[in-house]
Structures are given as structure tokens and as C-alpha cells.
């Protein structure tokens, strides 16, 4: 649940990182044989050694907590879970027709969508570079679909710009890219970029920029055939007679400069959003399911933890069964791992030193709103040929992003009528009831889709900061938070070690819950094979 | 089956049409409405009006002659077709384990792919702007599933560059786009755009350049966090201890350059292969069968056309039917659409004018070939995460494209090993046997993917000049060929009218096809009609 139109959050940090050394050395190291592997996730984890009867308590039963279970069960330890929630998955999460989901504050919604529709309020797609998750995909035989982040069809929408009326993203994409090109070329021709580029390279470049910038024999991108075949017409090729495309008019670069609209191009060129990325067939529980299939025998779900202790000889979790919440319950095990939300665990009396405690305090969640919006017909398919992906707008809704299944099909859709993070719109929208931000994600769809207002039948809405067992989307990092906090939330205290996406350098995806529980679990099990 | 690499080839004429008037205000009257529609395709095609018992003979069961058996039987006509193969579809056609081909020369293949696994030889995407492609898929129940055309993560690989080693498109799209930025900011900067561009438009064209550009705080470009969001890592950013991203190193502006990868960057921007695209799943012959359960029964197999004649009465057809070849046969209609590819068309003896026999004469068909290889294990996911998509090479296989279906699974695998078009590697790996361009694929993939020497099962190869039905892959049309003979083409020549992609402006695609026939049906039953 990242915010993509702030990238550079962790910048400084990450720039901290990379100067400790040798980045380029070992880049070419790697990419001498030809495939560098840019990933952590080396195929299944391996513990070898015998964990000598040791038991496993794990806290949560999202994607860290079952790959823990998964994993360390594998291994020979004894491994019970206890979850808040009365299903597994945690963020990993799937609204159908049916569904009934009760938020902090007591509104309750039942999903009304039609057989087959669905959202993801949670995690929707998945990076072709999200190595483990991948590999827990083909071990547990989830079937994955393309997800299209970059439908070049769909709309870019600036309240202010364009009398409002939203663009194609292949007529701004074309046209920005279109203009830098002839300024680059015009300033190169004039002898402006001597001191900076080689004569030789100056040649190529300007044959460079001729074809990715679409630019005619005069170096200038205008409306004509040329930049036609990149932006699209205003009347395509057809068969037969009387069938010549007409090519469209282009988008001055100062008006696209003015809308603002250009801060859109670098979404889709982002290592995290690049095409390919997938999404499971079905929705994305079915990851959430699949591991579930492996350890749902050792899941006690509906355990509210309430109190976690530790000495030297174990750990005790004193709970809450909300089935029978009169009297509290008691797990204990040798040995803890717990990957409840920071923003719960803060909450709960925790037998851990100062600088974990610190850093389990340090972490506020990030705030965001899903709105999943159910149509007659698939009007954004049959009227605008937008199959898939996200048109992005500077209302408060931020986002439509449309179903990548189920192309081409009659019948009813679903689309991501909002998809809201941080600042505060979503607050706002956290603050209302559910049939409000319903309504209000309708109005303003409507600036973009006018369909909305004859096709719209049913929807359902999740506010993170609302969800009982979240408490907020996902851990929001600071640079100073990470730096001050991040190692010792991570480290082994006593007979507790923390895991999830909120124990990672790739916070709110799920590929960050993977890789902190594999990463926690071989740290512990070195403790335990060397006791 | 268009050439990717040479956009241009139509643009002088295209320039002609587009200059014909008035495409500026078309657009503007378009985008006032909010969306403009591009497409000439309105949905389903009306013949009004009573065909009075007229009879139509087509000839050619590809999805030319299918559209307009399909839509003329609707209205009311009686059809029949005629077929040389012996089955639907034409170009439109699947290969799969057990078929058998037999190319001109007679050299007979068997396919030995793994059950489920396929290449379509001939078309094998459908752009999200091919209205009339779509719709009959809908209306057809032809299900479809997303084409990656842009893999990010898949590789551009140039022999004399880079050592040999193929580079991620990633890397080279987000250097090249970056240091493009850096040059352009820095002249911005240094006042050299002053004449071009605005004051208040180039501190925006500044913030524009350094998003979309991942320039850092002093607009350059360089191996830091920045550029890492964009190319990816050298270690990508993990989860719990010791997990931290490192950026990998940038490639420079100047080995860009020279290496002329850079010209691979243009085929993602344009509209022909903008994503979101479709393949039908299971095959691309899933369109030509879906159209022979509609029309099967009037399609007459293994017949060959080998004379036309006309006269004000009617159309008789003389034919060969090749299970029983001694016999001429005749076939006679009111009227004819004939969908004989001109390769073909032009050999046989056809009363029509001269203006219309000139044109037929008039276009050279493109050489083309595919190679499809089937290897033990989809390693290209495994081990290098390409997961669909399409890899570019100097070398003459030209591309290798990743299935885009059954992601992530186990098991055996088929790619595209070679896909080649114009020039004289089409029409030396078309001189070779099946068994030679099979060897050779696979030697020359070898740079790109060494697990080709070990992985390789086996292959198959069709080459498009070979192809008895077709003699080439699709009309190649010169901008004078097109001005002095398309409009004579696709004229109506008495009782014969010609439809099929040649008869487009958009050779080589299952939409211009159709569109073509379409345009051909309606002017047809316009004259029926008023008959």
C-alpha cells in the first residue's frame, strides 16, 4: 500500500546505505556473469540442525506469521499460532458478495457484488522482483494473472487543466516526452551541448532522440503522422476506401507543464511498479489461503493477545478468546515470534528491553482507503477501451484503477473507485461512515467516468486505521525512525523476535512480511541449534 | 506482423491524408465530447435492406471471409466459401503438440510440444484500439488474457556492446531517460532554453525533468537511491537484519549511445504495442475457430481458386478440389468477395479491369519468419525473473518473446526463439530446412540465454513465403504503391470485391481484416440494395 507519488521517503537512508561501499564493485561482480540477481530471496530457506524439541508461539496469522509457522514446522519445532481475527491472511484480504467486515466504530457492511467481483482492500499486486512471494506462489500453487499498472489507454486528470476533461496517458506521455526531445535536440543542434556530449555522441544522440522522441526530419514534434503512431489519432487507420487516419493534435509542452499531470509519468517507470507484475487468479487471499491449506490446523483464531511475558526459560502470551472472553487464556512456548502490527503491539504490555520497546513505540501506520464500487456494465471497457490499470487524478480519490480480469466481458464490474493514502484526504475519508465515502467516491468518479451516474449499483469501503486488527495501513518509516529504531526492533530480545512488513526494508508489500519472517526465523533458529 | 523496428515506412502517404484538412478541428470536436473515439469500428455492422435472394461466393476462410460470410448470411444473402487449407482461419492459426505442416519444398513438420503449450505463427496480439478484433472476440465468446508487450525486466541485447551481455530494459530505459533529463536540465539551468521556453514554465519543466528523470537534488543523474527506485538495485531492499538496498551502478549516456539499444526504446511508446494488449487464451486460433462454428458449415476445404470469372450475370469460380483433384469444379454467385491474399491472387486468372489487375500485381508480400523452441524448464523465469515480454537482439533471430500464460508454473515451456521480418535474415532462414532454422535459433539464442544449450527439447519453424495458403506474411505496402493503386484495389469491379488486411491501412493485423471487410459487405450491400 505504498504511496506512489512519493518515492523518495526513504532517500536519505537509503542513500546512507548505499555509500557504506562498494555498490559499484560488486555490481560488477554481478553483472560480469551476465544475471545479476538483485534480489535477498535465494530459493526455500534451509534450517538445518536439530531445534531439540524447542516450541514456536507466533503472533498473527498474516503472511509473516504463516511463513514462520510453515517454515519452522518444516523444521521439526512444535508451532502454534494465535490470530486476532477469525480468518487468516491479515491484509492479505478479499471482499466478495457476501462478506461482512464490522470497523472500529461498529458500521458494518455487507458486500453486495455479484458472484465473481471482488477487491483487494490490502495488497493487490505483486513485482515480477518480489522473489519469495513468487516462489510461496508456485509452492503453494497459486495461480498468478497479470496485473497492468500501465494501461497507456487509460486517463490522467487534473481538476485545473484541460477544462477539466481528463487525458489519455499515451497523449501525455507522447507529448512530454515528445517536446524534451525536440528542446534536447534543438539545444544540441545549436552547438549548446558541446562541452557536455562528445561530437561523435552528439550525432547518435540526435538519431536517438529522432525516434524515442517521435520527431520528424526537422527535429520538431508536431502533429503529424510521425507522432501519431505514438500518441494515437484522432481517426485510426480503417480498411477499405475512404479509411486514412487522421492524426490528432498535440498537447503543448507548456500546458502539460502547467497541469502538473507530468508527475504521473514516473509511476509506471518505477522499479516497484514496473510491468510485469501479477495478481492472483481469483483475488489476492488466495495467498493468504494457500498458506493457510499448510497451517490452518495450528491456527487458534479469535485470540485477542493481551499481555506478552518472557523469561529465561520461555515465553507466556496471556489472551483473549472472543469466543469465551470471560476468562483470559495462556500460551506459552520456548520461544516467540510476533508479527502483530506495531500499532497493536505498541498498545500491549510487552516483556521486552528499552530499545525494542523504543522502536516498537517509533512506527506510526500510514492512513489509506480502499473503495470498491460495483457497475451495470464494464463501461470503461465497452465506451473508453480502458482495459485494466489506474487513471490518476488530483481529486481526493486519487486513483480508478480497473479490474485485470475478466477483459472484454458482458455483464456487471467492479472497479478501485478510490484508492487514498496518507495526508489528508485520507483521514477525511477514515472519518466518515462507509455509505459516505461511498457516496462521495461516486460523486467524484464522476469528473472522470459521467457514466457513474446511471451505472452505479452497490459498494463497500475499507479505512485502514479502522480495521480492528491493522490499526492503519502499514508502517510508515521515517528516516530518523529507521535509522534510530530499525535494527533494534529487528534483533532478537530474550526469546522474542519481531516479523513483518513493518520488520523490512520493503514496507507495506507483502514480499517485506516474507522476507522479515525468513529473515527473523533463521536468526532464531542459529540461537536455538547453538543452545 | 508489422515491422517493429521501422515505423515510418507509411508516413509520407500518411502525411498526404492527414494534411487532406481539417484534422485539427476534428480533434478538438472530439476531445470536447471528453473521449474521443479513434476507432472507425461503431460496433456491430447494419445491412438494412432486402438482398433480394442474392447469392455471395467468398473465397478465403480466413477472418476476412468469415466476417463478411458471417454478416452477409446475417443479412440475408446466400453464402458460400471456398478454402484452399484445409481449415478456418488463415493467418490466424495455432501450433500445437501433435500437427503436422507441410511447407512449399515439402519439407513436413510435426510439432512436439508438451501438451498446452503452443506459438501462434502468425498474428499473436491484439492492440486494445482494435475495436472490431474485440468485439467480435465478445460477441464470439473468445476469451482473452493480457500480452506483455513491455517487460521491463527482459533484456535489449546489442552483440558489439556491452562485452556481449544483454542489458534489462530497465536499466537502459531508466539511464538513458535519465541522463537525457540531467542534459536537459542543466542547459534549462545554464539559460539556454530562455528563447524557447517560458521563465514560469521552465522552473516547472525543471521539477517535470527531475521526477520523471530521478534526478537528485542537483539534477544529475547518477548510482544512488534516486535512480535505483527507477533500474532496480544491485541488492534490492530486504527484510530484517542486514537487509538494506544497495543502488546499482548507472550506464552511461555515452555506451548508450554507441551501443544503439536505444532504438529498441521506441517500440513500447508506440500506439500499435502500447500495453494493455490481449491474446485469446490458448491460442490465437481461438478467433478463427470461434468464427468457423458460426460459418463451418458453408466453408468448403481444400479448394483451390484457379480462375475468376465474371460477367454481368454473375461469378463463376473455377476450383480444384484437391482430395479429388482430377476434375475442375465451378462455383457461381451473384456476387464475389474474394480474400485471396494478392501473393496468390496475382498468379491466378481474374476478370477484373486493368486499374484493379494492376493493383493486385502492385504489392510485394513481406517475408517473415517464427520459430518456436520448447525447452525443459521455463528458465527465463527462474533464474532471470522474465516473465513475458519480448527480448530485442541485433543478432537475426531479432526477438525472444516469454509466453504469456501459465506464468510461474513448473514444468516444460515454449518461447519464441525467433521472429523475424524484411530483410535478408527473413529470407535466409526461409532458404533453410524447418531442422537448420531450429538449430539456429537455438545457437544464436544461446548469447542471450546460455541455458539454451542445455534446456532445448525441440522446435518449430514456419516461414511465411513457404506457406503455400499465403506465399508471405502480409502485403507490404510501398507509399507510391499504396497512392497509385489501394483506392483501385478496393474498389467494387463489377460483381468482385476484394477484402482481406492488403485491402487496409493496416497490413499485417486481424483488424484490418476485418475492417476491410467490413468496408467491402457495406459498399456490397449498398449496391445490392439499390440494385
Known amino acids: 500500500m505504498p504511496n506512489e507519488l512519493e ?143 500501465l494501461n497507456h489507454n487509460a486517463f490522467l486528470h487534473a481538476t485545473n487543466a484541460f477544462g477539466g476533461t481528463p487525458q489519455r496517458i499515451r497523449d501525455i506521455k507522447s507529448d512530454f516526452q515528445g517536446q524534451i526531445s525536440e528542446l534536447l535536440a534543438k539545444v544540441t543542434q545549436q552547438g549548446k551541448l558541446d562541452e557536455a556530449v562528445s561530437k561523435e555522441d552528439r550525432e547518435i544522440l540526435l538519431q536517438a532522440l529522432k525516434s524515442w522522441g517521435a520527431l520528424d526530419g526537422d527535429y520538431a514534434y508536431k502533429a503529424n503522422p510521425i507522432s ?86 520461555g515465553v507466556t502470551v496471556t489472551y483473549t478468546n472472543l469466543k469465551a472472553p470471560a476468562t483470559p487464556q495462556l500460551a506459552k512456548a520456548d520461544w516467540c515470534v510476533c508479527t502483530i502490527p506495531l500499532s497493536i503491539l505498541s498498545q500491549i504490555p510487552v516483556d521486552v528491553g528499552a530499545s525494542m520497546k523504543a522502536a516498537i513505540d517509533a512506527v506510526p501506520y500510514a492512513a489509506s482507503v480502499k473503495i470498491g464500487l460495483q457497475f451495470k456494465r464494464r463501461f470503461w471497457e465497452e465506451d473508453e477501451a480502458i482495459y485494466g490499470g489506474i487513471s490518476y487524478t488530483d481529486l481526493p480519490i486519487l486513483q480508478i484503477a480497473y479490474p485485470n480480469t475478466g477483459f472484454n466481458s458482458t455483464g456487471r464490474g467492479v472497479l478501485l473507485g478510490a484508492y487514498i493514502f496518507g495526508g489528508p484526504n485520507a483521514y477525511e475519508f477514515t472519518s466518515m461512515s462507509p455509505a459516505e465515502r461511498i457516496a462521495r467516491a461516486v460523486e467524484l468518479g464522476a469528473n472522470i467516468h459521467p457514466q457513474y451516474r446511471t451505472e452505479f449499483e452497490n459498494g463497500v469501503a475499507v479505512a485502514w486505521h479502522r480495521v480492528p486488527y491493522t490499526l492503519g495501513c502499514a508502517g510508515n518509516w521515517t528516516e530518523k525512525a529507521r535509522a534510530d529504531h530499525y535494527d533494534n526492533l529487528c534483533q532478537i530480545d530474550g526469546r522474542i523476535v519481531l516479523a513483518g512488513e513493518h520488520a523490512s526494508y520493503i514496507p507495506a508489500w507483502q514480499e517485506g512480511a516474507i522476507l522479515s519472517s525468513l529473515n527473523a526465523i533463521t536468526r532464531l533458529h542459529d540461537r536455538v541449534a547453538k543452545t
Not at 65 to 83: C, D, F, N, P, S
Not at 107 to 135: M, S
Not at 232 to 238: F, K, M, N
Open 7 to 149: 518515492p523518495y521517503s526513504r532517500r536519505d537512508l537509503l542513500a546512507l546505505i548505499g555509500a557504506v561501499s562498494g555498490s559499484a564493485a560488486m555490481y560488477h561482480a554481478m553483472t560480469s556473469l551476465g544475471f545479476a540477481s538483485d534480489s535477498g530471496y535465494k530459493g526455500p530457506i534451509k534450517l538445518e540442525g536439530d531445534p531439540k524439541g524447542a516450541s514456536v508461539l507466533i503472533l498473527g496469522a498474516g503472511l509473516a506469521g504463516m511463513t514462520a509457522a510453515l517454515e519452522l514446522r518444516k523444521a521439526g519445532y512444535k508451532v502454534q499460532i494465535l490470530e486476532f481475527n477469525s480468518r487468516a491472511g491479515g491484509r492479505n484480504w478479499t471482499l466478495r458478495g457476501g462478506d461482512t467486515f464490522t470497523e472500529l466504530g461498529g458500521f458494518k457492511q455487507t458486500c453486495e457484488f455479484e458472484q465473481g467481483l471482488y477487491i483487494n482492500p490490502g495488497p493487490w499486486r505483486i513485482p515480477y522482483h518480489h522473489r519469495a512471494v513468487l516462489d510461496y506462489c508456485k509452492r503453494l500453487g497459486v495461480t498468478l494473472e497479470p496485473f497492468v499498472q
Open 228 to 313: 501519431a503512431e505514438f500518441r494515437g489519432y484522432a481517426t485510426s487507420p480503417g480498411g477499405g476506401l475512404g479509411a486514412g487516419p487522421i492524426p490528432g493534435e498535440v498537447i503543448n509542452l507548456s500546458d502539460i507543464l502547467k497541469s502538473r499531470v507530468w508527475r504521473y509519468l514516473q509511476i509506471f517507470a518505477r522499479h516497484t511498479f514496473q510491468d510485469t507484475m501479477f495478481q492472483p487468479v481469483g483475488g489476492m487471499d488466495a495467498i493468504g489461503k494457500a498458506f493457510a491449506r499448510e497451517v490452518g490446523d495450528i491456527i487458534q483464531y479469535n485470540a485477542k493477545v493481551t499481555r506478552i511475558q518472557q523469561d529465561d526459560h
